[in-house]
């Protein structure tokens, strides 16, 4: 059976209020830990899917070189705070096998945003609390430097207050450790010292994998993670044209579901289209709709016409298609870069579409009244 943990929590304690709430808290990520939802009258149940994971007030039983690695990898969880609300202590976390720490427990935002300054106070006691086995992560909360500064192996964290600090101290610091180990001489069984070389070996590997990884972080996942939260903020103020800018270099298959919607709906309301269409096509685009429709819109937005004609062929959306077809028309007509011949056998190809699909749609009708007629005189 599933390893799961049930947890209630009265509404009044919650943020949380809205379906979108609660889908923000829901929704699936590799450092949130799975979770259902059941929502009752006057509480929220909570339905966590720990798996084979370990809760993090264990990592004291491990290595320092594991303890290393889980603390690295918690510099994803710095990121997560920007969307939801958790706390970093040891009881609210678990860990998998690859030492990737997952939050448990998350709210959403109200009045309190987002606090870097907490979180990194936070983020320094766990690094405390992890390295040393002395005091808790309340002490070190509460405790500040002064704690950090009684111990050497924790003293290099005390007076850091940025996310990209904490995480090139604690690979340099990692690296140390596994120097002064090659240089420690210990009289050993020549077994032992076999194993001591090669775990050496591995521990070095470890960390040129994490340098890897924290550089992808910082170059790639935060400047993304900035993009969708400055998206989230222009959607909530009702400026879309800065919601389609802060999302447009990134890569669909990169995109929540969420942050597609809002980008879809943000191309709808500031496209050449009357009020009454814009109602029309915002109807059928929810954050429940086919991905595919989202995909539509974002593509249009793009200027990715052939991949959004695509979509609306496998949808079997005609007036979706015609209205790609109609955008791919401009798009040509006004491209300065295609030589005269380029253009005059594009626009050839996509009037000739057009015209094939408005006839058809034309048609249709008629076929329909006759059929309506035949059946009449039938009876």
Known sequence: MENTIKVTVKKSNLNANS??????IAQKSENLLDCNIHREEDQIQFQF????????DEIRNF????????????????????????????????????MMPKIMMRDVYRDDKYNEEKIVKEYKSLIGYTLQNKYSFEDYF????????????????????????????????????QEELRKTKIEVNKNKFRNLKYFSRIGSIVV??????CGYYTFFIIPENKAVIKGNESYVKQDYISVIESLKDIKLGRLSTNSK????????????????????????????SNEKILNYWIDLSRSEYDAAIDIAKQLRNKEYLLYGYMKQKAYIEGNNSLSGQAREEQLKKVE????????????????????????????
């Open 49 to 56: 899917f720990v798996g084979e994971g370990k809760r993090f």
């Open 63 to 98: 290595s320092i070189a594991y303890r290393y690695q889980s603390l690295i990898n918690a510099i994803y969880l710095l990121e997560v705070a920007k969307k939801v609300d958790f706390s970093m202590s040891p009881m609210n976390l678990y860990f998998d096998i690859n």
């Open 142 to 177: 509460n405790g500040g430097e002064k704690l950090l500064l009684k111990s050497k192996v924790t003293r290099p964290y005390a007076s850091l207050n940025t996310v990209k600090d904490l995480c090139d101290t604690l690979i340099a610091e990692f690296k140390k450790y």
């Open 19 to 24: 379906e979108f709430d609660f889908y923000q």
């Open 208 to 213: 040129l994998i994490l340098a890897i990884l």
């Open 261 to 288: 919607y809002i980008y879809a709906v943000s191309y709808i309301k500031t496209d050449a289209l009357s009020e009454e269409q814009k109602n029309n096509i915002l109807a059928s685009v929810t954050l429940t």
């Open 352 to 379: 000739q579409n057009i015209k094939e699909l408005s006839n058809k749609n034309a048609t249709e009708p008629s076929d329909k009244a006759s059929k309506q007629k035949d059946v009449k005189k039938g009876e």
